[in-house]
């Protein structure tokens, strides 16, 4: 990409469009190639730090899509905000229970990033058991 062609942060448009690109390519990553999946996961987590507020937008609305995929990429990409994941673990706890297998690996192994990343921040562990004792009573009511 040249400078011509780079995006300029400035621009949302520009964010927005190279944020859904980095989304869609860790989305088609496959967790079973590690060195093409973290290579998605690092270069979506670059464009976070540039484009913070368009990442976040594009995460909550992606963890909605009916790709599992993309609902996949959305929790992951959830995961990387370092401190600021702490306001959104109930959202990436309530993909514990979603249908798809990766998606709930992927909350799995989110929620513990943000939970390395804060520890001992009884703010995100009070949100998160919230957020688990939901889905946990939402199940046991599905159950029944």
């Not at 540039?50 to 609305?61: G, K, R, S, W």
Request: hydrophobic share 50%.
């Amino acid at each position: 990409m040249d400078e011509d062609t780079a995006p300029t942060w400035g621009d949302e448009v520009s964010a927005r469009t190279a944020l859904s690109e980095a989304l869609k390519r860790l989305a088609a990553a496959t967790r079973y190639d590690t060195a093409e999946f973290d290579q998605a996961l690092v270069g979506l987590a670059l464009l976070c730090a540039e484009a913070p507020v368009e990442a976040l937008e594009l995460f909550l609305a992606a963890t909605a899509a009916q790709d599992a995929m993309m609902r996949r990429a959305a929790i992951e990409g959830l995961g990387t905000f370092g401190p600021d994941a702490v306001a959104h673990a109930p959202i990436i706890a309530a993909a514990l229970s979603d249908p798809d297998p990766d998606v709930r690996v992927a909350a799995h192994v989110s929620l513990n990033a943000v939970r390395r990343r804060n520890e001992p921040g009884e703010e995100l562990r009070a949100a998160v058991r919230r957020a688990v004792e939901q889905v946990e009573q939402r199940q046991l009511g599905d159950a029944m």
